[in-house]
């Protein structure tokens, strides 16, 4: 890497506001919980979406801001499915799905992606606007699937966490691309966990 980079990744840290420390590690805790399945990950979760959603607006980042906000539901959604099932004495079971399942689920996210990159180029002044869409768009629908414990949203995890890493290096959110790339590692130790849950179930 040169030597621009990491002048700019100790500016970017040396700017680091309190609020995005504690949303970073929350966020980090979160995955972490998650992998171990603990429905505490959703509390994490909330917390850390609640503070970004909150640091996105004000940096002008509405697409970003408005995915926290939508991370926000599905927190409180995940927490009430996960804790349902433990207090039940009965956990929410990982699950996979079938190829066709996954087909049909990434073009439609495909198709969504293109609408919303068409609207952020033409309507907004978002510097990358399909790159944009795309991590938005998987992250909700892979949201949805980490709530339903469906194992291959760990994979999902690993194109959108490499997307946005290539998103935030050309936006210069450089400290960011550190807790993304964490993200990968974690997504790796999540899925291989929860396979092996998998087939002991």
């Known amino acids: 890497m040169s030597d621009t980079f990491w002048i700019q990744l100790t500016e970017s840290a040396l700017r680091l506001s309190g609020w995005e420390v504690l949303a970073t590690t929350l966020g980090i805790l979160y995955v972490i919980l998650a992998a171990k399945e603990s429905y505490w990950c959703w509390p994490a979760a909330f917390a850390s979406t609640l503070i970004y959603t909150f640091l996105f607006w004000e940096g002008q980042l509405p697409m970003q801001s408005l995915l926290n906000a939508y991370y926000l539901l599905m927190a409180v959604y995940g927490f009430i499915s ?15 799905r079938p190829g066709r399942f996954h087909l049909l689920l990434i073009s439609a996210g495909l198709v969504l992606t293109w609408i919303a990159g068409y609207y952020l180029q033409h309507q907004t002044e978002s510097q990358l606007p399909y790159l944009d869409a795309f991590v938005t768009v998987f992250s909700i629908i892979t949201t949805a699937l980490m709530a339903r414990k469906i194992l291959e949203n760990w994979l999902y995890w690993l194109v959108i966490d490499s997307a946005a890493i290539a998103l935030y ?12 790339s964490l993200y990968l590692i974690l997504s790796v130790v999540g899925y291989l966990k929860w396979r092996q849950k998998l087939r002991t179930q």
Do not use: P
């Open 82 to 96: 996960w804790r349902k099932h433990s207090d039940a004495k009965q956990d929410l079971r990982i699950s996979n």
């Open 169 to 180: 290096w050309q936006t210069g959110f450089y400290v960011t691309i550190v807790m993304f």
